[in-house]
Structure formats: C-alpha cells, structure tokens
C-alpha cells in the first residue's frame, strides 16, 4: 500500500512537471517566432499535440493504480494471483527437512545453540502438526507465545490437545487460499498483549496468514521473534520442496520480503 501511495505522488509531480515544461516550451516557440517563420504554427501544433498525449497517458495511468488501490482498501481479503502462486510456495526461511521427530530434534538444537548468544526468545507457530510438536516438547514450548491452527491437516480433521496451555483461546475466519484483511489488526492485538494465545481458524485455513504474522512481529534488540510453520512437499512450485518445518527468524530483510508478496496479492 506504501509502495502504491508513493508511485501516485510521483506520478502527481511528473504531471506538473509536464505542465510545467509545456508552458516553457510554448514561451520559447513565441520568443523565436520571428525566426522560424512559416514553420513556427506547424511545430506548435505538433508540441501541442505531443504534450497533451503524453498529459493524457500520465493522468490515465494515475487513475488506473489509484482504482486498484481503492478496490483493494474495500476488500475484504487478498489472494495469490494464479500466475504468481509458485512464489509463495518457496519457504520463507530455513527449512528443516526429515519427518516430524527429526525435525523437531534439529529445531530444539539450533534453538539451544542460538540461545547462548540471545537469550529470550518468542515463538510463534503456525499449523496443526508443528503447534502438536511444539507442545510436546517441553524445552521448546517455554517460548510459545501464539499458535494458529485450523484443526485440519492434509483434509483430515485433527485435535492438537494440551489447550490449557494457553491463557487465551480466540476463534477467527480466514479464507482458503487468502489473507482476511482483518487479520492485520488481530495479530498485532494478540503480540501486544503477550498472553500465550491459540488463534484457531473456525473457517477457511491458517496458512497464509504467516505472511501478515511475520509483518506485524516486532523488531526488538534484546528479543528474537521466530516464525515457524510446517512445509508439506510442493508441487506447484517451479521445483520440487521436500517435507520439514521452517524456521523465521523476524528482522528487516524477511519483512521486506513479506512486503513484496503482500504487494502482488490481488483485493477481491
């Protein structure tokens, strides 16, 4: 949205320029009237002509990207574009390939040899069968501070447990395949309040909304924030992504990232 408010004030000032550069364009063909005689109304009218289709094409390009982010401010989700999807596919951080037990085993060691340097950190989890993994081990669990979950993994009905864990259970409607816009707001409440919270998605799926979750994670210099969310393999990526979790660690280069993605997704 950012990126689009500042295209539409450039595009704002490349207009006045071009009115602008006209006016002075116009004021020098009058100033050397006498000297170019006959062909003086011939290149007017061509300057003329020039300008006001190159005014026309900078106004009509305006009002097209300005559409656009009007119809995506009354949205009420984003989705992927169909021709971008294998984008999102790709992991957003490290991936830990192998079956559950090894990957949770390799994530326990990268998270006890990280902790030597920083060591208060906050996890936060999305996906049914990596929250379960999470609960389970007694090491990693201490740092949980929010699960999103949607009870269902591969199309089949699942039932993570151990909800007493949480302070705050929260129900919530997301698309499949979509990021609800109310997500934003939500996710950024949850963080604040520092309660340890299960966001469970009633209708629709969880998956995407790792994407505003990472945008909305705060950047502390005495705390580390991680992402983590399980990959299942990919198929509709451009090759082939094996099985395993994905660790995120929140700073500003991820978050660019996340950025970029949530700018091609469409407003529907």
Not at 98 to 106: A, M
Not at 169 to 182: A, D, L, M, T, V
Request: charged share 25%.
């Amino acid at each position: 949205m950012l990126k689009t408010i500042n295209f539409l004030l450039k595009t704002k000032i490349m207009l006045g320029m071009e009115v602008v550069l006209l006016v002075i364009t116009m004021f020098c063909l009058l100033w050397l009237k006498n000297v170019l005689v006959g062909a003086f109304y011939l290149l007017f009218i061509i300057n003329l002509f020039l300008w006001l289709i190159l005014i026309i094409m900078t106004v009509n390009l305006y009002n097209r990207v300005k559409m656009k982010e009007e119809k995506n401010l009354i949205s009420n989700k984003l989705k992927i574009p169909e021709k971008d999807r294998y984008k999102f596919a790709q992991p957003l951080g490290r991936l830990i390939e192998g079956t559950r037990k090894e990957t949770i085993l390799q994530v326990e060691k990268i998270i006890r040899d990280y902790q030597k340097s920083i060591p208060k950190l906050k996890f936060y989890i999305v996906g049914d069968i990596v929250t379960q993994d999470f609960l389970a081990n007694t090491y990693l669990n201490s740092f949980i501070r929010l699960c999103i979950i949607d009870e269902r993994t591969q199309r089949n009905e699942i039932k993570i447990g151990n909800e007493n864990f949480f302070e705050e259970i929260i129900e919530f409607e997301n698309p499949q395949g979509s990021i609800n816009r109310k997500s934003f707001i939500l996710l950024e409440k949850i963080i604040q309040s520092n309660k340890k919270t299960l966001l469970k998605i009633t209708k629709g799926e969880e998956d995407l909304l790792v994407l505003p979750l990472v945008l909305k994670l705060p950047l502390n210099k005495n705390e580390t924030n991680f992402v983590f969310y399980g990959q299942p393999p990919i198929t509709d990526a451009k090759f082939h992504i094996p099985e395993g979790i994905v660790i995120v660690e929140i700073n500003k280069r991820i978050q660019r990232v996340v950025k970029k993605f949530l700018s091609i997704m469409d407003g529907v």
